[in-house]
Nanobody, 115 residues
Framework: QVRIVESGGGLVQPGGSLRLSCAASGSRVSITGMGWYRQAPGKERELVAT???????VYGDSVKGRFTISRDNAKNTVYLEMNSLKPEDTAVYYC?????????WGQGTQVTVSS
């Protein structure tokens, strides 16, 4: 079993910044990849940013150039630096951790961009 803890969401004005963190833990579990997804009301969950199996970062088209994903492999932790936030970035942001067999989701953290 993998436990995922997300943090860093909140309310921010348009043009502002936020940093999300996600830590995955579990006994006798090897995490092979982690990433971020989001779901806005009435919309499907979509990719925000993740690391591919080859280790490259992959971004959703709507966040390219504004968001940056980074990681600390030793801590099974990923971060999402979000800059130039827009109202359309408002969503619940979910962290996903993958093993060789299964994928695990966090409970999500709310990000609201509003003046």
């Amino acid at each position: 079993q993998v436990r995922i803890v997300e943090s860093g969401g909140g309310l921010v004005q348009p043009g502002g910044s936020l940093r999300l963190s996600c830590a995955a833990s579990g006994s006798r579990v090897s995490i092979t990849g982690m990433g971020w997804y989001r779901q806005a009301p009435g919309k499907e969950r979509e990719l925000v940013a993740t690391f591919s199996s080859g280790g490259n970062s992959v971004y959703g088209d709507s966040v390219k150039g504004r968001f940056t994903i980074s990681r600390d492999n030793a801590k099974n932790t990923v971060y999402l630096e979000m800059n130039s936030l827009k109202p359309e970035d408002t969503a619940v942001y979910y962290c996903k951790a993958r093993t060789s067999i299964l994928a695990y989701w966090g409970q999500g953290t709310q990000v609201t961009v509003s003046s």
